[in-house]
């Protein structure tokens, strides 16, 4: 049996799931949400990414980012590690295209402050 909590919504229900044969039987949870949330923490965890990376400029030398989806938990040091490898050299919007498909997900990086505001503030 594996116990989780479910983080779908602040009530954070405690979960317990069993694997018989191919079927998870989850218990504890207040919601369909849960069931959901805890089969895919044990079949596909995945989590979003927040981190900032570097740009050019010394009023704003990092500029906040996120991915626009979840990524694999296992594809994660790859993705910071593609994230830490950017600097960038032009000012862009929020919601712009950091990286385009991050680590082969399907997923991008995209800007989560807009940098032609922040240097024009500074
Ligand atoms: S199971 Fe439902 S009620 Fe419980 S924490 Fe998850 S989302 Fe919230």
């Given amino acids: 049996m594996k116990n989780l909590i479910c983080i ?3 009530i954070g229900c405690s979960l317990q799931a069993e694997k018989t044969g191919e079927q998870w039987d989850i218990k504890g949870n207040r919601c369909r949400k849960g069931e959901q949330f805890a089969i895919n923490e044990l079949t596909d965890p995945r989590r979003s990414v927040c981190s900032t990376v570097r740009t050019i400029y010394k009023e704003v030398p990092r500029l906040p980012v996120r991915t626009n989806g979840e990524v694999p938990l296992q594809a994660i040091f790859e993705v910071m590690e593609q994230i830490n490898a950017v600097t960038l050299d032009h000012p862009v919007h929020i919601g712009e295209i950091i990286i385009e498909n991050v680590s082969n997900t399907g997923i991008n ?4 402050s807009d940098l ?3 240097l024009e503030a500074n």
Avoid at 109 to 112: D, L, P, Y
């Fill in 8 to 10: 779908e919504c602040p």
């Fill in 109 to 112: 990086v995209v800007a989560t």
């Fill in 116 to 118: 032609y505001c922040l």
